[in-house]
């Protein structure tokens, strides 16, 4: 299995973006992870496609979008043109889900799926013809320094057996409060993508933070 690490920019220092960017491109991330918040999925505001446009600026990496809004076919075409690679809507906001994540994957880029902690995990099976990736939210969204709900082990174990069975090649990301101690156990119980913020962000080394969890995640695997 592989080890994708994403550093999400919720937690950067906006003062001081392209600096914070640069830092965190020494440890060689794989992606950069965008929290799109509209105030009403969540209870949090952050930024949209301009954002997007931005990092495209600053840097080469490809980046992924977590979409916690409840209109995201208004804004899916913006964060592709913007350069968006892959595109997690949230499961379970008020629209067509399947209609939702056909609209990514027909605009050309990649899809996933989000779900909140208790969303079932079984609810991804009639999305897998169309998805890449389900991500598995281990803090309920909106924002970023949240404590890592322990549960979300098991519900990756489960996730990863349904995914066995139904599509292998479907990779499972896991975003909030994912750190040193337990990078681990998530890659053990199947998780591959790693998206997180401050233990990223707010560490004194924040390129030697990147590195640190990729190599928790590898070593972890190995045992
Ligand atoms: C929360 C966001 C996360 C957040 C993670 O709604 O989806 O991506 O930025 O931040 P940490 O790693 O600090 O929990
Ligand atoms: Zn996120």
């Not at 929290?35 to 992924?64: C, Q, W």
């Not at 969204?141 to 057996?161: A, D, T, V």
Request: charged share 25%; aromatic share 8%.
């Amino acid at each position: 299995m592989e080890v994708i690490i994403s550093p999400s920019i919720l937690s950067a220092d906006f003062a001081h973006l392209e600096e914070d960017i640069r830092k965190a491109e020494k440890g060689k991330p794989d992606y950069f992870h965008l929290d799109i918040m509209d105030g009403h999925f969540v209870p949090n505001i952050s930024y949209g496609p301009m954002i997007a446009e931005t990092m495209k600026r600053i840097t080469d990496k490809p980046l992924d979008a977590h979409l916690m809004i409840t209109n995201p076919d208004e804004y899916i075409p913006k964060f592709i043109d913007a350069g968006v690679e892959l595109i997690y809507p949230q499961i379970e906001a008020p629209y067509d889900v399947y209609r939702t994540v056909q609209l990514i994957t027909d605009l050309g880029a990649r899809a996933g799926i989000t779900l909140n902690p208790g969303t079932p995990v079984d609810q991804v099976i009639p999305l897998l013809d169309l998805i890449d990736a389900v991500l598995i939210m281990s803090v309920c969204p909106g924002f970023g320094g949240q404590q890592f709900i322990e549960s979300s082990i098991p519900r990756i174990n489960r996730l990863r057996e349904i995914l066995d069975d139904e599509k292998p090649e479907v990779q499972i990301a896991v975003d909030g409060g994912v750190d040193m101690s337990n990078i681990g156990p998530l890659h053990g119980a199947g998780a591959e993508f790693f998206i997180a913020g401050s233990s990223i962000f707010k560490a004194k080394d924040i390129g030697q933070a990147v590195k640190d969890l990729r190599n928790a995640a590898k070593s972890w695997a190995g045992k």
